[in-house]
C-alpha cells in the first residue's frame, strides 16, 4: 500500500511538470507568509488566510490568490502542492511549519511559498510628430515606435494608425517582436486645406498573439494642429523703459481663397496700458495682410511681463472659428520707489514727542537717487533726527528717514504730505508723495479744547471727577466747536453746565450759615 502511494504521488508530480514545463513562466516572487502576510507580483496578490491548528498533520495553509480587486481561488496547501489558474499565474508552497515553542518562545506557522506569472508579450507604442502645427500642403511626418517590453514574443502584430478628424490612415503588418525589440515605424502625408484651425488627434492600435494564440492590443497617440486660413502675429519690442512708450504690432493674414469679415480683439493686461482701444473690424481679401498699432506704457518695471494673445474671429461656411496669436514678452526696464510714512503715536499728552518714520524702497530693476526734504509744521519743533534724504538705492533697497517732534501744543493737526523725488540713469525724475498723518495733542491736566481756524487747536470741558480718573474714564469733547454735548457755551466760550455744577455746593452753604444765624 505505502509503494502504491509513492507510485501515485510521483505520477502526479511528474504529470504536473509536464503539464508546467508547457508554460513559459515569466515574473516570479516568494516569500514567507505569517496569517494575513500578502505577496504580490504583477498584478496578482497571494494571501495567507489561515493555517491547521498546531495539533493537526499534515500542517497546511489555506491560501486566497486575488487579480487586482477579484478573488480567482482558495486553496489549502501543504508542503509541495502546487496550483495554476488557466495557464496565466502558478502558486508552488514549498513548505509549512511550526516554529518550535521551546527553542523560539512561541508557536508560529509559517510557509514559504512561490508565486509564478506566465510570460506574456507587452508591446509600448510611442507616437510623435515632428512639429505640433502645419500650414495647409505641408508634409506631416509621423514616427511610431513598438517596443516589446514583455517577457514573450509578440506574433501576427498589425499595426492601425487613423486620425480624428478622418484624414489619414494607414496599416503596418509584422510576423513577430521578441522582448527587447523595437520597431521603428515612419509615415508622411500632407496636411489638408482647413476652414478652420482644426486639432488633429493621432491614434495607433497595436493587435497581437501569444504563443498560445491569445490577443493583446496596445494603444499610443499624440496629436498636432493644422492652421486654417486666417493667421494673426502679435509683435512687441523686447524690452522698453518704465516712463517710455512702446509700440504693439499685429498683422492679420488671410491665406485662403475667400474674403473674410474679421472681428480683431487684443488685450495689454494688467501690467500695461494702452492708448487706444483694442476693438478693430476688418474685411481681408485672399492673399492680403491688415496691420494694426498701438503704444503703451508700463505700470511697474520687471523682467519677463507678459501681453496676453491677440485674437481675431470670422465665420465660414455657418461656423464661427477664432484664432490666437502667441504672447508678447516685454522686460520692463527702470527704477520705482514706493513711499511710506508713520508716527509712532496718534494720540499724545502735551509737550510729549511723536517719532515720525519716512521710508523710501526701491521696487524697480535699476538703481535710482532718491531725496527728500521733510516740512516741519508750525505747531510743532524738531526735538531729534534728520529731515533731509539722499541717497542712491539699488533694487531692492530702502532708505528711511526718522525725525521726532515735539508737541507743545493742544489741538487736533495734520502732518503733511512729504515729497519724495528719484531719478533713473538717464536723469528722468519722477516725484511722489507719502501720505499725511493724522496727530491728536491733548492736555489732561486742564481738560479744555476750543478749536481755531488757522490749524491750532484749543480743547475745553470738564476736568473728570477723582472717581471717573481712578476708572480711567475721561470727558467726552466735540471734534469741531470744543463745546461737548449738552453744554451751553457762554460768550467767551468757557461758561456752562460745569461752572454751574462747582458754584452750586458753595451756594447751599452760604444759605445754610445765613439761616443759623436767625435760630
Given amino acids: 500500500m505505502t509503494n502504491l502511494l509513492a507510485y501515485l504521488l510521483l505520477a502526479g508530480l511528474l504529470s504536473a511538470s509536464a503539464i508546467g514545463s508547457a508554460v513559459e513562466w515569466g515574473d516570479r516572487g516568494e ?6 502576510e500578502v505577496l504580490t507580483i504583477a498584478g496578482y496578490s497571494l494571501v495567507a488566510a489561515d493555517f491547521t491548528p498546531e495539533e493537526v498533520t499534515p500542517r497546511m495553509v489555506m491560501l486566497k490568490l486575488s487579480r487586482g480587486e477579484e478573488l480567482i481561488a482558495t486553496r489549502a496547501l501543504g508542503s509541495g502542492d502546487s496550483f495554476s489558474v488557466d495557464d496565466d499565474v502558478m502558486v ?19 510557509a514559504r511559498v512561490v508565486l509564478l506569472v506566465s510570460a506574456v508579450p507587452d508591446l509600448r507604442v510611442m507616437v510623435a510628430s515632428e512639429d505640433d502645427s502645419f500650414e495647409a500642403g505641408e508634409v506631416v511626418n509621423l514616427r511610431v515606435e513598438i517596443e516589446n517590453v514583455g517577457l514573450a514574443e509578440a506574433e501576427d502584430l498589425v499595426v492601425e494608425v487613423t486620425t480624428d478628424p478622418p484624414i489619414f490612415s494607414s496599416r503596418y503588418r509584422r510576423s ?77 493674414s488671410n491665406r485662403g481663397d475667400r474674403p473674410l469679415v474679421v472681428d480683431i480683439t487684443d488685450s495689454v493686461g494688467r501690467e500695461f496700458r494702452a492708448d487706444t482701444g483694442l476693438n478693430w473690424k476688418a474685411t481681408i481679401p485672399p492673399g492680403e495682410m491688415e496691420t494694426r498699432s498701438y503704444a503703451i506704457t508700463a505700470r511697474k518695471p520687471g523682467e519677463g511681463q507678459v501681453l496676453p494673445p491677440a485674437e481675431a474671429t470670422y465665420t465660414l461656411d455657418g461656423r ?22 508713520k508716527a509712532s503715536a496718534t494720540t499724545v499728552q502735551k509737550g510729549e514727542e511723536v517719532t515720525v518714520t519716512l521710508t523710501a524702497t526701491n521696487v524697480g530693476n535699476r538703481r535710482t537717487i532718491v531725496s527728500a526734504k521733510v516740512t516741519v509744521p508750525a505747531w510743532a519743533s524738531i526735538a531729534s533726527g534728520e529731515t533731509d534724504l539722499s541717497r542712491v538705492l539699488l ?10 517732534i515735539s508737541c507743545p501744543v493742544t489741538g487736533r493737526f495734520d502732518i503733511p504730505a512729504t515729497s519724495v523725488c528719484y531719478r533713473d540713469e538717464d536723469g528722468t525724475a519722477c516725484t511722489i508723495e507719502s501720505s499725511r498723518l493724522s496727530i491728536t495733542v491733548e492736555d489732561y491736566g486742564t481738560g479744555s479744547i476750543t478749536a481755531s481756524t488757522g490749524g ?18 475721561r470727558p467726552v469733547r466735540d471734534g469741531g466747536d470744543g463745546v461737548g454735548a449738552g453744554e451751553d457755551a457762554g460768550e467767551g466760550g468757557v461758561s456752562g453746565k460745569g461752572s454751574f455744577l462747582w458754584a452750586l455746593p458753595v451756594l447751599i452753604l452760604m444759605i445754610f450759615v445765613a439761616f443759623e444765624r436767625y435760630l
Wanted: proline fraction near 7%; avoid cysteine; charged fraction near 30%.
Fill in 31 to 36: 516569500g514567507e507568509l505569517r496569517w494575513g
Fill in 92 to 110: 508552488i508552497v514549498q513548505e509549512v511549519w511550526m516554529r518550535d515553542r521551546l527553542i523560539d518562545g512561541l508557536a508560529e506557522p509559517r
Fill in 176 to 252: 513577430s517582436l521578441v522582448p527587447g525589440e523595437v520597431d521603428p515605424i515612419k509615415m508622411r502625408f500632407a496636411a489638408p486645406s482647413m476652414a478652420g484651425p482644426e486639432e488633429v488627434f493621432v491614434k495607433v492600435q497595436a493587435r497581437y498573439l501569444d504563443g498560445d494564440g491569445s490577443v493583446y492590443e496596445s494603444w499610443g497617440g499624440t496629436s498636432f494642429r493644422i492652421y486654417g486660413p486666417l493667421r494673426i502675429n502679435k509683435y512687441a519690442d523686447e524690452a522698453m523703459k518704465l516712463k517710455d512708450k512702446s509700440l504693439v504690432r499685429l498683422s492679420v
Fill in 320 to 341: 464661427t472659428y477664432r484664432v490666437a496669436s502667441r504672447s508678447a514678452v516685454i522686460d520692463v526696464i527702470g527704477p520705482l520707489v514706493e513711499v511710506e510714512k
Fill in 395 to 404: 533694487p531692492g533697497e530702502t532708505a528711511s528717514l526718522v525725525y521726532t
Fill in 456 to 473: 491750532s487747536i484749543q480743547t475745553t470741558g470738564d476736568r473728570p471727577s477723582p472717581v471717573e480718573e481712578e476708572n480711567g474714564a
